[in-house]
């Protein structure tokens, strides 16, 4: 784990290393072990590394092969790299060092880019191919580590972070009004854009290729991988699918334990990261686990319910973890905002500080951590929101209920007036455009709910969890830990894609109309009625972890910020949201805003969501210094 950054001149002028410390050193915090730095003409490539495997200087990047030909900056882990690495050795391969970077430049230099689809990981790379004469640029799968790029200048610039490129000045800052608008219609950007005109995010699944020589170019980045939730042809019996995710668990878990430092593990009060934990405490006894609680004092209603902190303790005495916890305060975002708005670069979905603060503490004893990211997406564990969208006339009829759910922050009846300063940044673009692209290499056979549901699941694998990821990545690596997610290993994804919908949701006729701003009461509602989400994966998880954990209601990681947005943190909001001049007016419609504020801080609309979202623009806008027209 660690940040890589580089330049590719396509006018062939010579890249200076000087340029390359300043984008690593924009990153140092993702790599606190040491620097490198490598040039071969116009290219130049940068490395800030957080040492995990093999931790001598033999494993130091960037990397360059014993011939020369190729050289690799690599962040990321690749778990099945020893398996690789018998085979390339087989092939001839010599290997200096003990680290998967090296199996990672090899393979490459082996199979080309198309040894991507051979490693099973997490990774963002550039590797350049001195034979062809070509960089490419190179993201995992399901896009767990972010990379970032431009045009600048006649140079393709690239980095983890948007830090490292915007260390060079020769780049412009100018803000991009239609990823605000994307933001704001979702809370989320489901495209490539940034808020940052020109800087792009490379796809998860996706590779670029950049030329140099006398094909000075770059082209347009090339899909080699996506998700693909479909109803098996064949099925098997419901035991038979229980007995193989247990085995493809139990091996995901276990591959991800490969470690020279010590690895801990997220406990929340859920089944997600508690069975990571069941199941990797057997491999490493009195591992350390960590959780984040809430000081419910100035919380009412069904916020009450939010800390876990005892579930997660019990779970921690049943597993013998050494457990540690924090406990949050209202004041506690405040006093964060700032920094998660310099790391984050652009908000994302959610309310993410508690995951910065369990960053924080896990940082504090382990370099490693587990995360259950990923386990809802892939086995269903948002039924209210599927159930909606799951019986329909045809597909365009499913985009449009699943469109108007989706719109998180903002009334659609207000849109246009909200985005009134910015009016030709929103006439611009159609959201629920952007929201239907999302399907297009996705197939558009709809004969039955199973079918939609399944549409679901890829939406919000290719969306929420993208978004949830890319989180948390920054707020990890803020904190130099690396953050890695089990439920997102190739053998297990491949099986939850094939997995019958009917194993993961029991009744697929119920839809029931909520609020997504309250997680709590989404949940009781959804609940009282069915307890179907994430079926199989409750039934096989539930001889690892307690049977009232694997049967409890699905509690997710938020503060009772709806409480303290209208109670402790009033002040907060009111001076940065209510009163001056706050630079967020520049580009929405202050006198919307400010009455869809009140309505929350008042108790007539639960707004916590749109109201977290303004707190992190205003941040970033305050950092940022860019062009906002």
């Not at 919307?592 to 639960?606: A, D, F, P, Q």
């Amino acid at each position: 784990m660690c940040g890589v950054a580089g330049i590719v001149d396509l006018k062939g002028r010579s890249v200076q290393q000087v340029e390359l410390e300043r984008m690593a050193d924009a990153i140092a915090h993702r790599g606190p072990d040491g620097a490198g730095y490598w040039t071969n003409g116009p290219v130049g490539l940068a490395h800030r590394r957080l040492a995990i495997l093999d931790l001598s200087q033999a494993a130091a990047q960037p990397m360059i092969s014993s011939d020369g030909r190729s050289a690799l900056t690599y962040n990321g882990e690749i778990y099945n790299y020893l398996e690789l690495r018998e085979i390339l050795e087989r092939l001839g391969y010599a290997f200096r060092s003990r680290s998967d970077t090296e199996v990672v430049l090899y393979a490459l230099q082996e199979w080309g880019i198309d040894a991507v689809l051979k490693f099973n990981g997490m990774f963002a790379l550039a590797w350049w191919d001195g034979t062809a004469q070509r960089l490419y640029l190179a993201r995992d799968r399901y896009g767990i580590k972010p990379l970032y790029y431009t045009r600048s200048n006649d140079a393709v610039l690239f980095g983890s972070e948007q830090k490292a490129i915007l260390a060079l000045s020769s780049f412009r800052r100018r803000l991009d009004q239609q990823a605000l608008v994307e933001y704001f219609t979702f809370q989320n950007i489901f495209t490539d854009r940034t808020l940052l005109q020109g800087i792009r995010i490379l796809p998860a699944g996706h590779y670029m290729e950049i030329s140099t020589g006398r094909d000075l170019r770059s082209k347009q980045p090339v899909q080699y991988w996506d998700f693909n939730f479909r109803e098996p042809d064949v099925k098997f019996s419901p035991s038979e699918y229980s007995e193989e995710l247990d085995r493809r668990f139990r091996a995901a878990v276990s591959r991800q334990l490969v470690s020279d430092v010590e690895v801990g593990s997220y406990l929340s009060g859920g089944i997600d990261s508690g069975s990571i934990t069941a199941l990797a405490s057997r491999e490493r006894p009195f591992m350390k686990t960590f959780t984040c609680g809430f000081d419910l004092r100035s919380a009412s209603g069904l916020e009450l319910a939010y800390d876990e902190r005892e579930k997660a303790e019990y779970m921690s005495y049943k597993f013998k973890t050494e457990h540690y916890q924090m406990v949050l305060k209202a004041g506690d975002m405040e006093r964060v905002m700032s920094e998660i708005a310099w790391h984050l670069e652009e908000p994302r979905v959610g309310q993410c500080y508690p995951n910065y603060y369990s960053a924080k503490l896990a940082s504090r004893f382990v370099k490693v951590v587990l995360s259950g990211a990923g386990g809802d997406e892939l086995f269903a564990g948002y039924p209210w929101r599927y159930y909606r969208a799951a019986v329909n006339d045809n597909f365009e009829q499913y985009v449009d209920k699943y469109y108007g759910f989706w719109q998180r922050l903002i009334p659609n009846s207000l849109l246009r007036e909200v985005f009134s300063p910015i009016a030709g940044a929103f006439d611009s673009i159609w959201t629920r455009d952007i929201f239907r692209d999302v399907f297009k290499h996705h197939a558009e056979e709809l004969d039955r709910p199973a079918d939609y549901i399944n549409h679901s699941l890829y939406f919000e694998a290719k969306t929420f969890l993208h978004g949830l990821l890319v989180v948390e990545d920054k707020l990890s690596m803020a904190h130099g830990l690396e953050s890695r997610v089990p439920f997102l290993d190739n053998d297990l994804v491949d099986f939850a894609m094939s997995c019958p919908v009917s194993l993961k949701l029991q009744d697929l006729s119920k839809v029931v109309r909520i609020n997504e701003n309250d997680p709590g009461k989404k949940a009781s509602i959804y609940y009282s009625r069915t307890r179907d989400g994430k079926k199989i994966l409750r039934d096989v998880m539930s001889k690892y972890i307690p049977a009232e954990i694997a049967s409890a209601e699905k509690q997710g990681f938020s503060a009772p910020d709806a409480s303290w947005f209208k109670g402790e943190s009033i002040d907060f909001v009111r001076r940065t949201l209510l009163t001056g001049t706050p630079m967020i007016y520049d580009l929405l419609d202050s006198r919307v805003i400010r009455s869809l504020i009140e309505e929350h801080l008042t108790g007539k609309t639960n707004r916590r969501l749109l109201i977290w979202s303004l707190l992190n623009v205003e941040a970033w806008l305050q950092q940022v210094d860019c062009e906002l027209s």
